[in-house]
Each structure stands twice: as C-alpha cells, then as structure tokens.
Nanobody, 121 residues
Framework: QALLVESGGGLVQAGGSLRLSCAAPESTFSSHTMGWYRQAPGKERQFVSAISWSGGTTDYADSVKGRFTISRDNAKNMVYLQMNSLKPEDTAVYYC??????????????WGEGTLVTVSS
C-alpha cells in the first residue's frame, strides 16, 4: 500500500519558518509528481505546491508564492516544503500528495495523513 508520511508541523509565530518533510515508498515516489495541499479549519482543501519527478518544474498557489519552496530528494524518496514568512492564514493541516498531476485535486492518487501547522499572531 502506498503510504506518504509527513512530518515537521507544529506551532510557530507569524513571520517564522517551518520545513515539512514527506517520506514516500520508492514505488510511489519514482513515478509521480509530488506536492502539498492544505486544509484550514472550516475550509475546503486547497492546492499549495507541486514538483515534477525531475524537480525541474515547480508550481505554487498564489497565496504562497515567494514564501514557500518545494524540493525533492530522489535518492532519499523525500519531498520537502520550506515555509518562510508564515502568516496566521497559513494555519492548516498540510497533506503530502502524489499523482500524475497533483495540481488537479481529482488527479491526486495518494494522500498522506497530514501534519498540522499552526501560526500564531
């Protein structure tokens, strides 16, 4: 069973930084685009960022451009989300995802269980 395991969430003050990590089995990692979604309390799940298999192509939601950076380490089957200049509105459960094109939620094939990020003002 494909399994994505996130880590790195926590409580941080506004303006601070966190780095999320996601470990994936090789069978999932080696054949999929990887990315991140988030879901804030009372809101729908939304796309945050995606990275191609090679790492050469990345994409971001407008709300996080310039503050978040996605990367992947194919040797370790890991994907990361560096989050800087965090805002209270970034508070959400963050999910690691894998699929053919994770920018489209319907095309996400595998979801992690999520890690909570809380940004205090």
């Amino acid at each position: 069973q494909a399994l994505l395991v996130e880590s790195g969430g926590g409580l941080v003050q506004a303006g601070g930084s966190l780095r999320l990590s996601c470990a994936a089995p090789e069978s999932t990692f080696s054949s999929h685009t990887m990315g991140w979604y988030r879901q804030a309390p009372g809101k729908e799940r939304q796309f945050v960022s995606a990275i191609s298999w090679s790492g050469g192509t990345t994409d971001y939601a407008d709300s996080v451009k310039g503050r978040f950076t996605i990367s992947r380490d194919n040797a370790k089957n890991m994907v990361y989300l560096q989050m800087n200049s965090l805002k209270p509105e970034d508070t959400a459960v963050y999910y690691c995802v894998a699929g053919a094109d994770v920018r489209v939620q319907e095309w996400v094939r595998v979801w992690g269980e999520g890690t909570l990020v809380t940004v205090s003002s």
